[in-house]
């Protein structure tokens, strides 16, 4: 298994929530990181990524502010720190791993097109 997402659950809105992904030391140190999502009935979208080299991110526009990407490059992990959650937040939240920075930035404008690698998701329910 390449990379692996958890911490999902369910949190009211307004409510924080911190999502964990181990990334596999074959992949890591050379592939930016990013985080997507689907809802129900929905077409999956990018939430943020974050590159393996530089530490720039990028964030879609509707959850910049309250979205933060980081890695941490001595566990092999990265984060999604999910605040000031809303209930249009609620999807399966996924991660993936792209060798390119420029094509993961891409992809999370397009939904994930040219990701690499892909672990499993955790779903994520924001309801009071």
């Known amino acids: 298994v390449q990379l692996q997402a958890s911490g999902g659950g369910l949190v009211q809105p307004g409510g924080s929530l911190r999502l964990s992904c181990t990334v596999s030391?074959?992949?890591?140190?050379?592939?930016?990181i990013g985080w997507f999502r689907q809802a129900p009935g929905k077409e999956r979208e990018g939430v943020a990524c974050?590159?393996?080299?530089?530490?720039?991110?990028y964030y879609k526009n509707r959850v910049k502010g309250r979205f933060t990407i980081s890695r941490d490059n001595s566990k092999n992990m990265a984060y999604l720190q999910m605040d000031m959650l809303r209930p249009e937040d609620t999807a399966i939240y996924y991660c993936?791993?792209?060798?390119?920075?420029?094509?993961?930035?891409?992809?999370?404008?397009?939904?994930?097109?040219?990701?690499?690698?892909w672990g499993k998701g955790t779903l994520v329910t924001v309801s009071s």
């Open positions: 030391r074959l992949i890591y140190d050379e592939h930016a």
């Open positions: 993936a791993a792209g060798r390119s920075w420029y094509n993961t930035r891409e992809s999370i404008k397009n939904g994930g097109i040219g990701m690499d690698y």
């Open positions: 974050l590159s393996a080299s530089d530490g720039s991110t």
